[in-house]
């Protein structure tokens, strides 16, 4: 007698309260594309890891989200909404349709990887705008932008979890990209008031418990005990100069806001040393 033991390679597991799940693998809109339909709270096993390379989530089998891939131990969020979602993000808009944040984690257990469906209360991401001045972002190659008001914040995740995560900022005409992944401190971003005054605004990356913090500040240069400092006239960004530059630059200088600053030199100097022993 011979027993042969067929082990699945993923399971997906439907948590969300009161929904089923649709999966769809690879174009949704393409006739040959297997629709996958999960109840709430059912085990679905599959063996073959070429069907779960761009999946795309749906309540109702219509309206998709962008595609993911599943296959490593990781965790990703999607919006998924009821009906089309809306073309502009703006928390004022009561025409926009109910959507929920919805977490996909990977766990792996002996050899099957169990992937996870539940409704997320907590987002990935709060951007906070603490700065005198109003703040749009977006992710990186999506057109659903965002504005923030001096004083505002308001939760994020991404739009396109396989695409660039990036977050792009726009501050008076001025943009910069940003990796918001890592924690500490960014390049400043320079910008002109409407006055033509040079202006600047600090980017730092926080953890606040499992939420990453991105929070927008007003910098100023002369003050700022942070890592970042401007480059004087002339100066190349392998040198190693303490001062800080002027406010006199041009507005074609000012334009050019990718090598305006660079980290700070510091001295290789022992502040504190220490003995670990560890016991047994």
Not at 30 to 42: A, H, N, Q, R
Not at 228 to 242: C, V
Request: glycine share 6%; aromatic share 8%.
């Amino acid at each position: 007698v011979h027993i042969i033991k067929i082990s699945p390679r993923f399971a997906i597991v439907n948590r969300i309260p009161g929904r089923t799940v649709f999966l769809s693998q690879g174009d949704s809109s393409s006739s040959s594309s297997s629709i996958l339909e999960i109840p709430e709270g059912t085990l679905n096993f599959h063996c073959n890891p070429s069907n779960f390379k761009n999946l795309r989530l749906s309540y109702d089998s219509l309206q998709w989200t962008p595609k993911f891939v599943i296959g490593d131990v990781c965790e990703t969020f999607l919006k998924v909404f009821e009906g089309a979602p809306p073309a502009v993000s703006s928390k004022d808009n009561l025409q926009d349709p109910p959507m929920d944040l919805i977490n996909v984690s990977s766990v792996l257990e002996l050899q099957v990887l169990y992937i996870v469906l539940t409704k997320e209360q907590e987002w990935p991401f709060r951007i906070v705008n603490s700065s005198s001045v109003e703040v749009k972002f977006n992710q990186k190659g999506c057109s659903n932008d965002r504005l923030l008001l001096s004083g505002e914040s308001e939760d994020f995740a991404w739009d396109d979890p396989s695409g660039d995560l990036v977050l792009s900022v726009y501050v008076m005409e001025r943009q910069r990209d940003y990796n918001i992944r890592e924690l500490g401190q960014c390049k400043p971003l320079i910008y002109r008031s409407p006055g033509g005054q040079k202006s600047y605004i600090s980017v730092n990356v926080e953890a606040d418990g499992p939420v990453i913090v991105v929070k927008f500040r007003n910098y100023d240069v002369k003050a700022s005990k942070g890592i970042f400092r401007l480059l004087k006239k002339g100066e190349s960004q392998g040198e190693e100069e303490e001062e800080v530059e002027s406010d006199d630059e041009t507005p074609s200088e000012a334009a050019s806001s990718t090598a305006q600053f660079k980290v700070k030199s510091a001295n290789d100097e022992t502040q504190l040393t220490f003995t670990l022993r560890m016991a047994g």
